[in-house]
T-cell receptor, first 114, second 114 residues
Framework: AQSVTQLGSHVSVSEGALVLLRCNYS??????LFWYVQYPNQGLQLLLK??????LVKGINGFEAEFKKSETSFHLTKPSAHMSDAAEYFC????????????FGKGTTLSVSS | SAVISQKPSRDICQRGTSLTIQCQVD?????MFWYRQQPGQSLTLIAT?????????ESGFVIDKFPISRPNLTFSTLTVSNMSPEDSSIYLC???????????FGPGTRLTVT
């Protein structure tokens, strides 16, 4: 069965600092991996995804993530945090089968201080 | 990406009553999903709704409690029946873009049961 573990329920960084949000997954088949962001009182917005091909994927708002099969990880990074990045971030995995729904991690709250 | 709207955006209901949540998509989609996000928690899949077939429920969710309709390719409803305070959650509708391998989420319905 697929599962997702997000290490750290709360991450705090200063504006301009590196953002690193950790995600490890478990999957019996090649996974499709996703990062979503949820701003307060809003729905989820897709940041980026990995399906096949290049293991370093770039998303919106300057975020990127690297798929590392040997480490079963898909950590999210951003070189320089901005105040507007403060939100809840969810890592999710989908089995490599059409139409299968997502399994989400517990989420990481990112706080950015000035 | 698909644009998804949900009605109502929020509601406060009394225990023992039922609430029907509507999900409208701006394009035809084969697969729709309903998720629950309990306060401070991650998202949990309730059921998958395909047009023309019965919804498929995840473990822990039953049709009598969460009946779902999917009358066409752009619309679905989720009913939360005989509500209790434990049903207080955000309920999110999601659709799958099978071609892009992505899922998009509606803004959610924030339900409070008193």
């Amino acid at each position: 069965a697929q599962s997702v573990t997000q290490l750290g329920s709360h991450v705090s960084v200063s504006e301009g600092a590196l953002v690193l949000l950790r995600c490890n997954y478990s999957s019996s088949v090649p996974p499709y991996l996703f990062w979503y962001v949820q701003y307060p009182n809003q729905g989820l917005q897709l940041l980026l995804k990995y399906t096949t091909g290049a293991t370093l994927v770039k998303g919106i708002n300057g975020f990127e993530a690297e798929f590392k099969k040997s480490e079963t990880s898909f950590h999210l990074t951003k070189p320089s945090a901005h105040m507007s990045d403060a939100a809840e971030y969810f890592c999710a995995v989908r089995v490599n089968q059409a139409g299968t729904a997502l399994i989400f991690g517990k989420g990481t709250t990112l706080s950015v201080s000035s | 990406s698909a644009v998804i709207s949900q009605k109502p955006s929020r509601d406060i209901c009394q225990r023992g009553t039922s609430l029907t949540i509507q999900c409208q998509v701006d394009s035809q989609v084969t697969m729709m999903f309903w998720y629950r996000q309990q306060p401070g928690q991650s998202l949990t899949l309730i059921a998958t709704a395909n047009q023309g077939s019965e919804a498929t429920y995840e473990s822990g969710f039953v049709i009598d409690k969460f009946p779902i309709s999917r009358p066409n390719l752009t619309f679905s409803t989720l009913t939360v029946s005989n509500m209790s305070p434990e049903d207080s959650s955000i309920y999110l509708c999601s659709v799958a873009d099978l071609g892009r391998g992505e899922q998009y989420f509606g803004p959610g319905t924030r339900l409070t049961v008193t």
